[in-house]
């Protein structure tokens, strides 16, 4: 266990034994200016109370913290369990390994910590009324400490592959789909319908939109997760999801600034270099943060990557002042807040210590410090910083002050308190996921339809097999993707049968396969990252040998169409979550057209040189 027991002056809260206490009906005014006492206190001036406070009212406020608080106030951490108070005895035991307390309540009283961040794999997101509780329960115990202020609570929502938030909750195309789709109106939905669903449930802070742009199809932790590879289309689409954000009152947050696009290193791994000269930088990755700059983004999140062009220190932009001051700041004309990426990420930790990368980042510009491995080396060095004069206080209330801003504009002073009616009448509202489905349908791309196979016919093709991948679910949908894709095939007249492949198919898998299918009148096939050497290449060959139709479906990366020469029909999905996945089924029924166009380009197989299917391309069944 981590000794944390030098963190924080205030006092620790004990271990409130009051299961289900967290589950409160919608608070009257009165009652949230009551719970919210110490940051009213705080923004008491002259006697009058100010719960919407502005710029005076909050440098106010930070002028009376103590050094300790406003430490605090800058990370964001992670914490394990599904109650603030009340967690399973595994998390409180997570809880205690990792940060030297028990509970997220005594998380937020021993560091004074301003924001929260909920993972699924730290049990946060169990379902949106459990998620409103905690929420409301991470609010109680920071609002009753001395001078308490709201938490900030945030995740990574970013919908297709990247998903903290599952069903029932609405759940959208990732964002390589909305490139295809290439409706600004549909991206500023999503934000719309996307905040409003995670406002309820107490989220407010959302680590979205990827304003990456994926000009690398061997990019290993970007890929689908950006609009696209033109630099003019995914700034329209950040842009305008940003727009639908804010009109939710969420905090959308473009990423990964300076721009995480054209790389072969996953930076959760290694440590990424961008060989863009300046120019390029200029013309390929700077134009998606211009736009999200221009639309008022409310936060940008760093990447660890090094980018010579533009600090030649050989530092991560994460440490890096020539980048977050000089270009972000001073450049761009950036004044909101830049939180880090994840600091438990290899990218970071290459060149230095843990206890170094937290000061590093704020002398680089940096506000908020997201998720550091050990939040009690974290927190204390950048105390100490400040102790010994590295750090400036001044420097702190640069930070303090950006981040309570965003909280007041989030009306996090004046709400910071959720209601369980508010989640059921907002969270997975019917008309929210029949927005979803119908801007799906507009993501499907036709790659390939030799002979116009394609849309099936239940007449002529009754009987369905679909085979294939079936990578874990990726955001609590219901999977796996060959039985989504059966079931919705089913649904819509075909007698459709499941049977799962798997990314690297046996010969023996591939065999029963083929027999499978020889029994059927047309087989689907979902693709998942096919390479020249992969068995699923060998998957399909021996599928179209045996003369049934076969229609490909690639649940991630488009580039698969390149492997697969001799496939009578292509479709790319984009993903593999259930509203993606019921929109190709759709298509391949011919119940709705396909009307996707490729974001990027897929390059032959056999001459990356040259481009086999150029952005834009997508068939229509009129053609």
């Not at 696009?261 to 290694?270: C, I, K, L, P, Q």
């Not at 290459?350 to 002398?363: F, H, S």
């Not at 292509?570 to 509203?579: G, I, K, N, Q, R």
Request: with cysteine; hydrophobic share 40%.
């Amino acid at each position: 266990m981590r000794d944390s027991s030098t963190a924080g002056t205030g006092n620790t809260a004990g271990t409130r034994n009051t299961a289900g206490t967290e589950n409160t009906a919608r608070p009257s005014r009165r009652t949230v200016l009551a719970a919210s006492a110490g940051a009213t206190a705080a923004l008491t001036v002259g006697g009058t109370s100010y719960a919407a406070p502005d710029d005076r009212h909050l440098s106010t406020l930070v002028s009376r913290m103590t050094l300790e608080e406003k430490v605090g106030q800058l990370f964001v951490t992670r914490v394990y369990g599904h109650s603030a108070t009340a967690p399973d005895q595994a998390d409180i035991d997570a809880n205690l390994a990792e940060l030297g307390v028990r509970t997220a309540a005594e998380v937020v009283a021993r560091y004074r910590v301003g924001g929260i961040i909920y993972f699924a794999w730290a049990h946060n997101t169990r379902e949106p009324h459990q998620i409103a509780d905690l929420s409301n329960g991470i609010q109680r115990a920071s609002l009753e400490q001395p001078r308490g202020l709201p938490v900030l609570i945030s995740t990574d929502q970013e919908h297709g592959i990247v998903c903290r938030v599952g069903k029932p909750a609405t759940l959208f195309p990732g964002a390589m789909a909305m490139g295809a789709g290439r409706s600004r109106t549909d991206a500023r939905t999503l934000g719309l319908v996307a905040g409003r669903e995670l406002r309820a449930m107490g989220i407010r802070q959302n680590y979205s939109p990827v304003a990456d742009v994926n000009v690398n199809p061997a990019n290993p932790v970007i890929g689908v997760r950006s609009f696209g590879a033109e630099p003019g289309a995914v700034a329209g689409l950040v842009a305008a999801e940003v727009a639908g954000y804010q009109r939710s009152r969420v905090a959308a947050t473009a990423k990964h600034f300076p721009g995480h696009g054209d790389t072969a290193v996953d930076s959760h791994y290694g440590f990424p270099v961008i060989n863009h000269t300046r120019a390029q930088w200029d013309e390929l990755d700077a134009p998606p943060f211009r736009a999200a700059v221009r639309a008022g983004i409310d936060s940008i999140m760093t990447a660890h990557i090094m980018v010579p062009a533009l600090d030649s220190s050989g530092d991560p932009a994460t440490l890096s002042h020539p980048i977050l001051t000089g270009i972000l700041r001073e450049k761009l004309g950036y004044d909101g807040v830049v939180v880090t990426d994840d600091l438990g990420m290899q990218g970071v930790r290459e060149k230095y210590g843990d206890d170094r990368v937290p000061v590093l980042a704020l002398k680089a510009g940096a506000d908020q410090l997201l998720d550091p491995p050990s939040l009690a080396v974290a927190w204390n060095a950048v105390l100490k910083a400040v102790q010994d004069g590295e750090l400036t206080e001044a420097r702190l209330d640069e930070s303090v002050l950006r981040v309570l801003r965003l909280k007041a504009k989030l009306s996090l002073f004046e709400e910071p308190y959720v209601s369980q009616a508010g989640v059921t009448d907002t969270v997975g509202a019917k008309g929210h996921l029949a927005a979803a489905d119908l801007i799906a349908e507009r993501t499907t791309t036709l790659l390939v339809n030799e002979g116009r196979l394609l849309p099936l016919s239940r007449r002529t093709h009754p009987r369905v097999l679909v085979v294939g991948a079936d990578p874990a679910s990726p955001s609590g949908t219901t999977g796996p993707p060959t039985g989504v894709l059966a079931g919705a095939l089913t649904e819509l007249g075909f007698t459709a049968t499941a049977l799962s492949t798997g990314t690297a198919p046996s010969a023996a898998t591939i065999a029963r396969a083929v027999a499978a299918a020889r029994d059927a009148d047309a087989v689907v096939v979902g693709t998942y990252n096919v390479g020249a050497t992969s068995a699923q290449k060998t998957l399909v060959e021996q599928l179209v040998a045996t003369g049934k139709p076969v229609v490909a479906v690639a649940i991630r990366n488009p580039y698969d169409v390149a492997h697969l020469p001799s496939v009578p029909a292509c479709l790319a999905a984009y993903s593999w979550t259930d509203v993606e996945l019921r929109a190709a089924a759709r298509v391949i029924a011919g119940r709705v057209a396909p009307r996707g166009k490729l974001p990027v380009p897929v390059l032959r197989a056999d001459d990356p040189a040259r481009v086999l299917y150029p952005v834009g391309h997508g068939l229509s069944y009129r053609t």
